[in-house]
């Protein structure tokens, strides 16, 4: 990265595609981020090239998306950057590019706070932290929102936020020191035994731990509605990039439509 010496920049920086019009960018990064800026750049970049760390494990959605675009490229991960401009890839093809964008993730950095070694970042891992929330030492009065990753987020920071507030208030307790840290250690052993790597701890993966949270302060339940319209949604962004809108049979739909009708014979004779 030192050797090249033309732009990059981390998918932090980017905000629109403006400046790089008639550019050739190579995107780092397959899921989320690298997705969005590249749908983004389609519109103004001469070429897009679109690096994955893994060309088996792509969703359907990406190879369809691509195929549908001239200007964009799927290649598996760079093996190289030169002096001259030239990124190159572990399968041995190469493109001269004026911008590479790392769409790679982010680490948790808190470089503000200052707690004495009591909480500390090894690895992606925050803690100790109770419930990915409180560290026993400094609790109630410090508290972290926003830590856990692959959660239906908003309502899980929200059941976090009503958690915190009624701990403040003195509506509710937290268990003792020793319990919350007894209770991380426990979830510690538990991720180490299911395979995740430290750096994953605050994977959760799970729409249920919104309820989880939840119950610590009688916040109810998410309706089956929504759980269900965020499992679609995640469906959609692995099969359809375009829109991430369902996918349906629209003749089959008419059919349902005029059958429903009381004048189901005149409909469908029509």
Same mark, same amino acid.
């Given at each position: 990265m030192d050797a090249w010496k033309r732009k990059q920049i981390h998918s932090h920086i980017y905000r629109v595609p403006d400046s790089f019009h008639n550019e050739v960018v190579v995107v780092v990064g397959s899921f989320v981020s690298g997705r969005d800026i590249s749908m983004e750049l389609l519109k103004v970049a001469k070429e897009i090239h679109l690096s994955a760390k893994s060309l088996d494990d792509l969703y359907e959605g990406l190879p369809k998306f691509i195929s549908k675009h001239d200007n964009m490229h799927l290649h598996p991960q760079i093996d190289s950057l030169q002096e001259d401009g030239r990124v190159s890839f572990v399968d041995g093809s190469w493109v001269i590019a004026d911008t590479i964008i790392y769409c790679t993730g982010y680490s948790y950095s808190f470089p503000f706070l200052d707690t004495k070694g009591i909480v500390v970042v090894d690895d992606d891992r925050v803690g100790p932290l109770y419930e990915h929330t409180f560290p026993p030492l400094l609790a109630p009065s410090l508290s972290f929102v926003g830590i856990p990753k692959r959660i239906l987020g908003f309502p899980f920071f929200e059941s976090q936020g009503k958690w915190i507030a009624h701990l403040?208030?003195?509506?509710? !307790?937290?268990? !003792?020191?020793?319990?919350?840290?007894?209770?991380?250690?426990?979830?510690?052993?538990?991720r180490e035994i299911a395979g995740f790597p430290k750096h994953r701890t605050h994977e959760i993966g799970t729409f249920e731990y919104s309820n989880e949270y939840g119950d610590h302060v009688g916040f109810p339940h998410l309706e089956e509605w929504r759980i269900e319209l965020s499992k679609s949604s995640l469906v959609n962004f692995f099969t359809n990039m375009d829109t991430y809108r369902d996918s349906y049979d629209h003749d089959l739909e008419l059919l349902q439509v005029a059958y429903q009708s009381p004048n189901f014979t005149q409909t469908w004779t029509t």
């Open positions: 403040l208030s003195g509506k509710r !307790t937290l268990p !003792t020191c020793d319990d919350m840290m007894q209770s991380i250690k426990e979830f510690y052993h538990s």
